[in-house]
């Protein structure tokens, strides 16, 4: 048994059950929040009795009760958080203040890594509005995190590759187009596709890991390194079939965008960053920063020829 104790607050959810998937795999006691508000909702009361089956202990605790926050994160070592960040779908992301509060006054904890997982906040400050609310509640998370003197890994996880690679980055699908493609600009600009399995396990890899402490660790393995064009090409290729292209220009795209409703419009306007200004690939990691697959070679990613292949 590895010797971390794991707290995993939003564990039902899309990241979060990989992370508890992840951890219990790499052998960490696993702690996960069942919170009560769950109510009716069975099929995240099932999930969590089948992480429970799978050795992991379950918490009661409530965001509304910080008591409860509190005794849950003084029973472990690390905690990691993945409350929701999809506007479209659901987003918590300062709910965190009140687990960091918990944390705070808790006083053990080893390692915090909060609800990331995606952009580097930190490199958003130009963001366009309204999208730019997801990097701004991040960054208000890490100001109490670090204004606490709690040790914290951020991970940067670049593009989930069910949400980017499966759709070839198209907006408002998440299958891959048989026929015709839009793409962005001339679709040659650098992204990072992920497979969501390898962010979680570089995630808790990174967890005890003394070379992360108070950094961000960015998931950036190279082969993953790909622009739109080239995540198109192999899909072509997949399927044996070249699809009609259409390039959208940066100006089409912002009055598309303009149109759009808001919960649409916070997500879809990180694509002008991503795919128009490179904001994935336009630096270098500096000495606040590590890289994932650098840290931990042992992991076989998944490259995005092997992801898409379910699509076919
Ligand atoms: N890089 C990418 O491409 C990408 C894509 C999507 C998301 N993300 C990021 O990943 C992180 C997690 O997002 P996700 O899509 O995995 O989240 P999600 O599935 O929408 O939700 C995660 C969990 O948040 C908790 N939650 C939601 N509403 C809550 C509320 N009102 N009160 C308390 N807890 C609440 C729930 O925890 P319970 O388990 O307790 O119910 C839920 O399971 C976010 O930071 C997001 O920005 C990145």
């Not at 040790?151 to 690679?165: E, K, V």
């Not at 040659?188 to 003394?210: G, Q, R, W």
Request: aromatic content about 10%; overall charge negative; some cysteine.
């Amino acid at each position: 048994m590895a010797e971390s104790k794991v707290l995993i607050v939003g564990g039902t959810g899309y990241i979060g059950r990989r992370i508890v998937k992840a951890c219990l795999a790499q052998g960490h006691e696993t702690y996960i929040v069942q919170r009560p508000e769950l109510g009716l909702q069975i099929e995240k009361l099932q999930m969590l009795l089948s992480f429970k089956k799978q050795g992991a202990h379950l918490v009661q605790a409530s965001f509304s009760d910080h008591q409860s926050l509190v005794d849950a994160v003084k029973q472990v070592d690390v905690v990691i958080s993945a409350v929701s960040g999809v506007h479209f779908r659901s987003h918590s992301i300062l709910l965190q203040l009140k687990l960091v509060e918990a944390i705070k006054e808790a006083g053990n904890v080893k390692r915090f890594l909060p609800s990331e997982f995606g952009l580097d906040p930190a490199r958003m400050g130009h963001a366009l509005e309204p999208g730019r609310v997801t990097f701004d509640d991040k960054m208000t998370v890490r100001k109490a995190i670090e204004e606490a003197s709690i040790p914290y890994t951020y991970i940067s996880a670049n593009l989930f590759a069910g949400y980017f690679a499966g759709s070839l980055s198209q907006m408002g699908s998440f299958v891959p187009p048989r026929d015709k493609v839009h793409l962005f600009g001339d679709g040659n600009l650098k992204a990072v596709f992920m497979d969501e399995e390898d962010v979680a396990t570089y995630t808790i890899k990174a967890i005890d890991d003394p070379r992360t402490l108070n950094k961000t660790l960015y998931l950036r393995p190279p082969e993953n390194i790909l622009s739109q064009g080239e995540l198109i090409g192999i899909w072509e290729k997949l399927i044996g079939k070249e699809l009609d292209k259409t390039y959208i220009s940066a100006q089409d795209f912002l009055t598309t965008l303009k149109g759009m409703d808001y919960k649409l419009q916070v997500g879809i306007g990180h694509f002008y960053h991503i795919f128009y200004e490179g904001c994935l690939t336009d630096f270098e990691i500096g000495e606040k920063g590590e890289e994932a697959s650098k840290l931990y070679p042992e992991v076989n990613y998944t490259r995005m020829d092997e992801y898409l292949r379910i699509y076919v």
